[in-house]
């Protein structure tokens, strides 16, 4: 009994520290994995995130239903899906949908 407890409370405390919040700020300047300075704005409570040539490359961030929601682009090979977005300390991670298909991909604060 004592060790379901503890697994119990392990758990709450595991899915509160992943929790998310409408109060994150992604604002600044964030290198991808390819090196690409992307700055990332906010805009009456959306965020957008335009790479060097001014094109937009995370758009339409929005928090929906406990979660940080948006589109994310790469121009190079001409893709875009959906995403998750979480801000882990100075990273952000982002969770890129497109079909059954995903792929995780992490940016670093500058």
């Not at 503890?6 to 595991?14: C, N, P």
């Not at 758009?59 to 190079?76: A, I, L, Q």
């Amino acid at each position: 009994m004592k060790k379901l407890f503890s697994l119990l409370v392990g758990l709450v405390i595991a899915s509160l520290s992943f929790a998310q919040s409408a109060k994150e700020d992604f604002t600044g300047k964030w290198k991808t994995e390819d090196g690409v300075i992307i700055t990332i704005t906010n805009t009456n409570g959306k965020f957008l995130g335009i790479d060097p040539k001014g094109r937009p490359t995370l758009y339409d961030v929005r928090f929906e239903k406990n979660e940080w929601k948006g589109t994310v682009e790469n121009h190079e090979s001409g893709q875009k899906g959906n995403c998750e977005i979480y801000l882990q300390s100075n990273k952000l991670k982002i969770v890129a949908h497109k079909g059954v298909f995903s792929k995780t991909m992490y940016w670093v604060k500058q």
